[in-house]
């Protein structure tokens, strides 16, 4: 089946500084990709929504300031989180689609800020 | 409103009994229906889907999932777990609405299979 990766998988950070994190499809273009953002046993809340070449799409309540989505090519796209603050702290997963039936999920990137 | 709801968060049950998890829609639309698992510090797995067709559907791992359009259901079910199946399982649902079409997640449940 299709791959999606996501690096890091693991990243700390002191507060006050920016993280990058990518997220690849390794076997296909994806036409859309979703950033999500999930906290300690609860349900994954979408941020974003980006289509390559275009300017990503956020949900109600995400700042696109503080969360940087760029999605240069059909197979990366990176989340960048700027002046990062302990409250920032969460599992983040991407998801990329090529159809319009099904997504494909990373393995997701804990961020730890401190 | 399209929503979906998850109705147990948690379910404990003992190894190589049945086991049902609950999910329930609320739409006006078509909808696109998918069960994920996700085990700790991982990203999700695509269990099963429906798109069309047949309403009983079979996915990875001895799962299968029946669309009830009625009952605006999709309830996961597996005859006999095993351990390895402790995980959390999120419903997911696609309304087929509007240009981005975008998943919506159920809460998640927590299935835990005891010895």
């Known amino acids: 089946g299709a791959v999606v990766s996501q690096h890091p998988s693991w990243v700390i950070c002191k507060s006050g500084t920016s993280v990058k994190i990518e997220c690849r499809s390794l076997?296909?273009?994806?036409?859309?990709m979703f950033w999500y953002r999930q906290f300690p046993k609860q349900s994954l809340m979408l941020m974003a929504t980006?289509?390559?070449?275009?300017?990503?799409?956020?949900e109600q309540g995400v700042e696109k300031d503080k969360f940087l989505i760029n999605h240069a090519s059909l197979t990366l796209s990176t989340l960048t989180v700027t002046s990062a603050h302990p409250e920032d702290s969460s599992f983040y997963i991407c998801?990329?689609?090529?159809?319009?039936?099904?997504?494909?999920f990373g393995p997701g990137t804990r961020l730890t800020v401190t | 409103a399209q929503s979906v709801t998850q109705l147990d968060s948690q379910v404990p049950v003992f190894e190589e009994a049945p086991v049902e998890l609950r999910c329930n829609y609320s739409?006006?639309?078509?909808?696109?229906l998918f069960w994920y698992v996700q085990y700790p510090n991982q990203g999700l797995q695509l269990l099963l889907k429906?798109?069309?067709?047949?309403?009983l559907v079979k996915g990875i791992n001895g799962f299968e999932a029946e669309f009830n359009k009625s009952q605006t259901s999709f309830h996961l079910r597996k005859p006999s777990v095993h351990i390895s199946d402790t995980a959390e399982y999120f419903c997911?649902?696609?309304?087929?609405?509007?240009?981005?079409?975008?998943?919506?997640f159920g809460s998640g449940t927590q299935l835990t299979v005891l010895p």
């Open positions: 739409s006006s639309v078509s909808v696109y």
């Open positions: 980006s289509n390559e070449g275009s300017k990503a799409t956020y």
């Open positions: 429906y798109l069309s067709g047949s309403t």
């Open positions: 076997d296909f273009q994806a036409t859309t």
């Open positions: 998801s990329a689609r090529w159809s319009t039936y099904e997504q494909y």
């Open positions: 997911a649902v696609r309304f087929l609405e509007g240009s981005a079409r975008q998943l919506t």
